[in-house]
C-alpha cells in the first residue's frame, strides 16, 4: 500500500486532477471517495467524467444511490460500457449495499463510491482511495451562521442542509483542499508520475522511486 498526497488549489485544479486518471484507468477499477461536503468529493466525479466524454450533469446521486453514465464506444473496451457513480451516506451499513447487489458492479466498468468508508469492508484490494480535507473554510460568514443554525438538526437532515448550502457556494469555491490517495503501489506510483508531469507537486511521499525503496525495505 503506498500514499501520496497533493493539495488543490481550486475546484478547477481538482477537476483536473481527476481528468489525469482517465489514461490509467482500466475496466473494473475503484475509486473510493471521502470527506466533509463541500470538500470536493463531487466536483472530483464531475471531472472524471467529463475527461470520459460524459456531457451528461453529475450530482451525487444521494437519493437514488447510483448513477450510471454511459461511456463513449471509444472508451468502453479499455474502461466498459459505464461509470457508476455511488453515494453510500444514506446507506445505514455494507450490508445494505450489498442487499442492493451494488457489488456486482464492480467488475462491469469503472466505479466511483462518495462516502465509501462506510462500506470500506467490501471493497476489493485494487481500489483506490481518495480523502479530501478542506485546508481553509470556503463558506462565508453568513454561510457559517447558516452551520451553527444546523447543530440542532438530525446528523442526516445537517447533511442535507449542508448539501443545499454548497451547492450554492460550489461554483465561486476557490478554497485550497487535500487530496490523499492511497491503494497498490503500482498504481498511485502511475497516479503521482501523471500528476506530477501535468505540474502539480506532491505534498507527502515521492512518487515512484520512494515506493520502490519502501517496498525494498519491507523485504
Not at 466505479?111 to 481553509?136: H, K, N, T
Request: glycine fraction near 8%.
Amino acid at each position: 500500500m503506498a500514499v501520496i498526497e497533493i493539495e488543490s488549489k481550486s475546484l478547477e485544479e481538482t477537476c483536473q486532477l481527476a481528468a489525469l486518471l482517465v489514461p490509467l484507468l482500466r475496466r473494473g477499477d475503484i475509486l473510493a471517495l471521502d470527506g466533509e461536503l463541500g470538500a470536493g468529493k463531487t466536483h472530483f466525479t464531475a471531472g472524471l467524467a467529463a475527461a470520459m466524454g460524459i456531457t451528461e450533469p453529475v450530482a451525487s446521486p444521494t437519493f437514488t444511490l447510483m448513477q450510471a453514465y454511459a461511456l463513449p464506444v471509444s472508451l468502453a473496451s479499455r474502461l466498459g460500457e459505464e461509470l457508476y457513480h455511488f453515494d453510500a451516506y444514506r446507506l445505514e451499513n455494507s450490508e445494505a449495499f450489498f442487499k442492493e447487489a451494488f457489488d456486482e458492479y464492480f467488475d462491469l466498468g469503472i466505479c466511483i463510491i462518495e462516502w465509501a468508508e462506510l462500506i470500506a469492508e467490501l471493497l476489493p484490494e485494487r481500489s483506490l482511495y481518495l480523502r479530501f480535507d478542506r485546508v481553509e473554510a470556503s463558506l462565508d460568514g453568513e454561510a457559517e451562521a447558516a452551520d451553527l443554525g444546523a447543530e440542532c438538526l438530525s446528523e442526516l437532515a445537517r447533511r442535507d442542509f449542508l448539501a443545499s448550502l454548497e451547492a450554492d457556494l460550489g461554483s465561486t469555491d476557490c478554497q485550497s483542499r487535500r487530496i490523499r490517495l492511497s491503494g497498490p503501489r503500482e498504481r498511485v506510483d502511475a497516479v503521482a508520475e501523471a500528476w506530477q508531469r501535468a505540474g502539480f507537486r506532491l505534498l507527502e511521499g515521492a512518487g515512484a522511486g520512494s515506493s520502490r525503496a519502501e517496498s525494498e525495505a519491507e523485504l
